[in-house]
C-alpha cells in the first residue's frame, strides 16, 4: 500500500481531512512525530518496550479524540501532552511492580535505544545513564529542549510551565549532567593501552632484538 503524500499540508488540515473520512492520512502525522514522541516517553518511563506500547497507546486515544482538537494550541502540543499524560499514568501503575522486582529505572538493554547520533556506543550509554539518572521534572525538559530540539515557548506550552520555569529546569539539569558526567571521568581510560596491546608491541620488539 502506497503511502499518502501530504508534502506541505499543515497538521490542522492534515487533522481536518482524517475527521471528514481519509484516516490513511494519520500514518502521516505519526510518523512525523514518532521521534519526539518516543524520546519523551523515555524520558518518563526509562524502557524503550514500553515507550513503544505507550506510543500506539497515545496515538490511538488522540486518534479517536480527534474531532475533540480545537486547535487552541498546536496539534504537536496537544498530541505531547496526551503522551506524557499516558506516560505518567504508565509509571504510576508500575511503581509497585519496579519495587517488587528491585529493578533498575535504566538496565543495560535501554543503554540500546538511539537518544542521539553518537558515534562511540560506549560513551552513548554513558550519557544515556546520565540522562536517565536526572529527576524527571528536569529530565523531560532536557529532552524536549536539548535533544527533541523543542523550542522554549513550546515547551512552556506543553508542561504548563513558565519561560522562567523551564530555563532554570534545563540549566539545573546540565549542572547535574556535567556533575554526573564528572564521576564517570576517568582521563587516563583516553587512548588506553592495555595489556594485549601491550603485549602484541613487547612481544614484537623482543623477536627483532633476539634475531639482531
Not at 524520558?43 to 480545537?70: F, G, K, W
Not at 524527571?136 to 520555569?165: D, I, P
Request: proline share 2%; charged share 30%; glycine share 2%.
Amino acid at each position: 500500500m502506497e503511502r499518502p503524500q501530504v508534502n506541505n499540508v499543515s497538521d490542522d488540515e492534515l487533522v481536518d481531512r482524517i475527521v471528514k473520512g481519509e484516516p490513511r492520512l494519520y500514518e502521516s502525522l505519526m510518523r512525523k512525530y514518532n521521534s519526539r514522541m518516543y524520546r519523551i516517553s523515555m524520558s518518563i518511563v526509562n524502557d524503550d518496550a514500553e515507550a513503544e506500547d505507550i506510543m500506539q497507546i497515545s496515538y490511538l486515544n488522540a486518534y479517536r479524540q480527534l474531532s475533540n482538537y480545537r486547535q487552541q494550541s498546536s496539534f504537536a502540543t496537544w498530541l505531547t501532552r496526551i503522551l506524557i499524560n499516558e506516560s505518567l499514568l504508565h509509571k504510576k501503575r508500575n511503581t509497585k511492580k519496579e519495587k517488587a522486582l528491585m529493578e533498575t529505572a535504566f538496565t543495560d538493554e535501554h543503554h540500546e535505544t538511539p537518544l542521539s547520533n553518537l558515534m562511540n556506543k560506549e560513551l552513548k550509554a554513558i550519557l544515556e545513564g546520565a540522562v536517565a539518572s536526572l529527576p524527571e521534572k528536569y529530565r523531560l525538559v532536557f529532552v524536549m529542549r536539548e535533544v527533541q530540539g523543542m523550542s522554549t515557548n513550546e515547551t512552556m506550552e506543553v508542561l504548563a510551565l513558565g519561560e522562567s520555569n523551564v530555563k532554570i529546569r534545563l540549566a539545573r539539569a546540565k549542572d547535574m549532567l556535567r556533575a554526573e558526567l564528572n564521576k564517570n571521568w576517568k582521563p587516563e581510560q583516553i587512548y588506553e593501552f592495555n595489556l594485549v596491546r601491550c603485549d602484541v608491541v613487547v612481544d614484537h620488539v623482543m623477536a627483532i632484538i633476539k634475531n639482531d
